[in-house]
Each structure stands twice: as C-alpha cells, then as structure tokens.
C-alpha cells in the first residue's frame, strides 16, 4: 500500500532466534500498530504507537516487544521465535487528525518459525 | 471492548445488492462503526466508518439503526471483485488519542457470477 512499507515480506527462521519486522510509513502518521493474523482468529493486536517513544500493548503482546524512534518506523522484535509465532503480521498507520480516515495496513510479512 | 457479531459467510449474485449485517449490542454513544474488507491474504481495506447517520461513499453504504445495536454495510452493485472478508469493528478510544480497532472474525462474501 501506498505510504507503508513491510519488510522483509517473508522470512523462515529458527525456534530460538530473535527476529525483527520493520514497518515503515511516508505519510508522517502519528499513530501506528502492529497485528497478527492467523486462521481461527483473525487479526489480533499485538502493540501500538501513539507516537516517538509511547507505546502500548494489544491483546496478544506477550513474547513481543516494540520500539518506535522515530515517526516513520516501527519495529516489532520477537525477542526467541517460537513456532506458535508463525503468523502473517500486519502493520496499520492511521492519524484521524489529518482527515484521512481509518487504518492504512501494509501488504503483511509471511513469519515462518521451524 | 465492544463486540461484535457477524454471520460466518455470506453469498451473493453478482450485480445485486450486498447486505452485510452487524450486531453491536454493547456500543458506547461516542465509539464509532468501522467496516473494512481483506481480499485474499491482502492487508485489510478501509471501507465506510459512522457514528449515528447513515454514510455513503463511493464503495458502499451503512446504514445504522436508531438505537446504535446494529448496522448494515451494503454493496449496491456486488462485482465478483467484492468477494473478500468484511470486518465489522467498533472503535476504542486509547490513550494518547489513538483509536483501536479490534477485529473479529468477519463475514466471507462470496459473489457468485
């Protein structure tokens, strides 16, 4: 999507090991999230930003931690993968005060944990 | 957080009218109503958002009942490019002035030729 970028778009790693997804914006948006999404659940949220350095947990935070440093960037660390992070994560970008409404979401990263 | 309820799947003839229902029975009087779609493994797609008014945009229609419990999203024209995962969500207000948007599992609308 435009204004939102994902990466990497799929990674294969190993139980154990710490991963890192970045999730970057252009569209200078105060607030972002990160999501997960697997069958049976649907999208679930892991953390969010509500600016530089303020962030807050979602439903399923535990085994995830963020950081927010600047505006453009979010990073969602698994800090050991475990398989059960094996998941399609999402990352949002949304600023109701600019007038555009709604979340902007990424295209998603494909986390494969063997 | 306010929940929602949707049906699990849904089907419709390509070129009539789709009516997505939605039930929010626990609504708060200033938590809004937003309807988003996910084609295939897509990020999800912002649709139509409202409080009390009926909305129109160039994707759809909602209609909200008097009371706030329930909505209608509704896609005039279904094409088969319609055919995705609607979510319906109610808006949570954080701090910091963010809005969160729990979603559930949606509605699959399948658009038939």
């Known amino acids: 999507d435009a204004g939102i970028t994902q990466s990497p778009r799929h990674k294969v790693t190993e139980t154990g090991t710490p991963v890192t997804l970045r999730c970057h914006q252009t569209?200078?948006?105060?607030?972002m999230y990160w999501y997960r999404q697997d069958p049976g659940h649907g999208l679930r949220l892991i953390h969010y930003s509500y600016g530089v350095k303020d962030t807050d947990k979602g439903e399923v935070s535990d085994g995830y931690s963020v950081s927010r440093s600047k505006t453009e960037d979010f990073l969602l660390t698994l800090e050991s993968a475990t398989s059960s992070q094996t998941s399609v994560y999402f990352c949002?970008?949304?600023?109701?005060?600019?007038?555009?409404?709604?979340?902007?979401f990424g295209s998603g990263t494909r986390l494969t944990v063997v | 957080d306010a929940k929602t309820t949707q049906p699990t799947s849904m089907d419709c003839a390509e070129g009539r009218a789709a009516n997505l229902p939605c039930n929010h029975s626990t609504i708060s009087g200033n938590e809004y109503v937003y309807w988003y779609r996910q084609i295939h493994s897509q990020g999800p797609q912002y649709i139509i958002h409202g409080l009390k008014n009926n909305e129109t945009n160039e994707m759809a229609s909602l209609i909200i009942t008097e009371d706030r419990k329930s909505s209608t999203l509704i896609l005039p024209h279904a094409t088969l490019r319609d055919t995705a995962v609607y979510y319906c969500i109610v808006r949570v207000s954080t701090q910091g002035g963010s809005e969160k948007l729990v979603f559930g599992k949606g509605t699959k609308l399948t658009v038939n030729p």
């Open positions: 949002a970008i949304s600023d109701p005060g600019t007038g555009v409404y709604g979340y902007t």
């Open positions: 569209e200078n948006h105060r607030y």
